[in-house]
Every structure is written in structure tokens, then in C-alpha cells.
Antibody
Framework: QVQLQESGPGLVKPSETLSLTCAVS?????????WGWIRQPPGKGLEWIGS???????YYNPSLKSRVTISVDTSKNQFSLKLSSVTAADTAVYYC??????????????WGQGTLVTVSS | SSELTQDPAVSVALGQTVRITCQGD??????ASWYQQKPGQAPVLVIY???NRPSGIPDRFSGSSSGNTASLTITGAQAEDEADYYC?????????????FGTGTKVTVL
């Protein structure tokens, strides 16, 4: 059974960098598929942040692209998110997920439980 | 980037049928996937592709698509189906490498 688990600080100060890691078990990232980050501000909808392939190829939401970096560590079977210059608007539950599919069918089949990150001084 | 629009809320009587729709230009190029999210929990994939259900998803959930609209139908809604539902597809604008989520629909089972 594939499992994903997010970890990282639950509180980040404004203007600092948010850093999260997603540990994957039950499947080797090196075997394929894309891996992504999705967030959900309190009481609001889901927003795709970006995705990464095991080779390191990345794709980011254009609205966040200037502040986002997603990286992968296949030796630890995990991938990470960095979001710089955070503001209160970045307060959200952050999820990691596995993306499967090929044209014209794509979907996120496994999700982590999510971790709440609050931006506050 | 593309947008996916959903009705904010719908209600359904216990045991009846409810259809949730998702509209957007990207749905002319890509199939929608659908996610159920209960309070305090992570989203769960319920439908993907033309009409595919992951293992463990009841067959009362079904999907369809026509033009720029995708639909999720719950036939014989149960109390445990009360949740928020989100559609998602690849973004057909720009370089087609991004993803967009729908605005979400809250389903209430009466």
C-alpha cells in the first residue's frame, strides 16, 4: 500500500521560507510517476502547487512559480517543497500526492494526510 | 490558466440521486478526476478517466463527460456521502503541464 507522509514546521514567520518534506513508502519514487504538492487554505478549495518527476523535471503553478522549488531525493524516497517569501495568504493545509496517468487521463491517486502550516509572527 | 467551475452546494434526499457538474475549457481536452473530502480529512479519489473507480469506491459513484462539462453522479446517496467534492484536470492553456482544481461542491444528504 502506497503511503505518503508530510513533515515540517507548523509555524513559519512572514517573509521566511516554508519547507516541507513528503516521505513515500510502499512505492519507489525512482520507478516512475509524478509527485505533487497541493494546498488548501482554511475553509477554501484545493490549489495545485507543482509536480516533480523522479528525474527532477518540475512543473509549477504559474501563480506561485517565482517562489516555489520542488526537489526529489530518490535515495531517501522523498520529495520536498520550498515556498519563499511567505505571507499570511500562504497559511494552508499542504498535501503531497502521487500523480498518475497519460493523455487525456490524469489523476492524483494517493494523498498524504496533510499538514497545517500557519504563517504568523 | 484554465478555470473549473462547480456549483457551491447541492442537497439530496437519502437514497436519491444527485449530479455534480464541473465546467471548464480544459475538459474539452482532458478528462476530469473527482475527489471526495470529508471535514478534517485528505481528499480521496472517487472517479477518474471516462468512468473509472479506484478499488474500494462504491459503484453508486459514476462519472460522465460531454463537451466542456464533466459530471459526478451519486446514485442512491448515503449519509456517508456527505462531503465536499472537487473536480480536477490538466490545464489546457499554456504549456499543458499544469493542473487546476474546481471550486468545489458541498453535498448535503438530507
Amino acid at each position: 500500500q502506497v503511503q505518503l507522509q508530510e513533515s515540517g514546521p507548523g509555524l513559519v514567520k512572514p517573509s521566511e521560507t516554508l519547507s516541507l518534506t513528503c516521505a513515500v513508502s510502499g512505492y519507489s519514487i525512482s520507478s516512475g510517476y509524478y509527485w505533487g504538492w497541493i494546498r488548501q487554505p482554511p475553509g477554501k478549495g484545493l490549489e495545485w502547487i507543482g509536480s516533480i518527476y523522479h528525474s527532477g523535471s518540475t512543473y509549477y503553478n504559474p501563480s506561485l512559480k517565482s517562489r516555489v522549488t520542488i526537489s526529489v531525493d530518490t535515495s531517501k524516497n522523498q520529495f520536498s517543497l520550498k515556498l519563499s517569501s511567505v505571507t499570511a495568504a500562504d497559511t494552508a493545509v499542504y498535501y503531497c500526492a502521487r500523480r498518475r496517468g497519460s493523455d487525456p487521463i490524469y489523476y492524483f491517486d494517493y494523498w498524504g494526510q496533510g499538514t497545517l502550516v500557519t504563517v504568523s509572527s | 490558466s484554465s478555470e473549473l467551475t462547480q456549483d457551491p452546494a447541492v442537497s439530496v434526499a437519502l437514497g436519491q440521486t444527485v449530479r455534480i457538474t464541473c465546467q471548464g475549457d480544459s475538459l474539452r481536452s482532458y478528462y476530469a478526476s473527482w475527489y471526495q473530502q470529508k471535514p478534517g480529512q485528505a481528499p480521496v479519489l472517487v472517479i477518474y478517466g471516462k468512468n473509472n473507480r479506484p478499488s474500494g469506491i462504491p459503484d453508486r459513484f459514476s462519472g460522465s463527460s460531454s463537451g466542456n462539462t464533466a459530471s459526478l453522479t451519486i446514485t442512491g446517496a448515503q449519509a456517508e456521502d456527505e462531503a465536499d467534492y472537487y473536480c480536477n484536470s490538466r490545464d489546457s492553456s499554456g504549456n499543458h503541464l499544469n493542473y487546476v482544481f474546481g471550486t468545489g461542491t458541498k453535498v448535503t444528504v438530507l
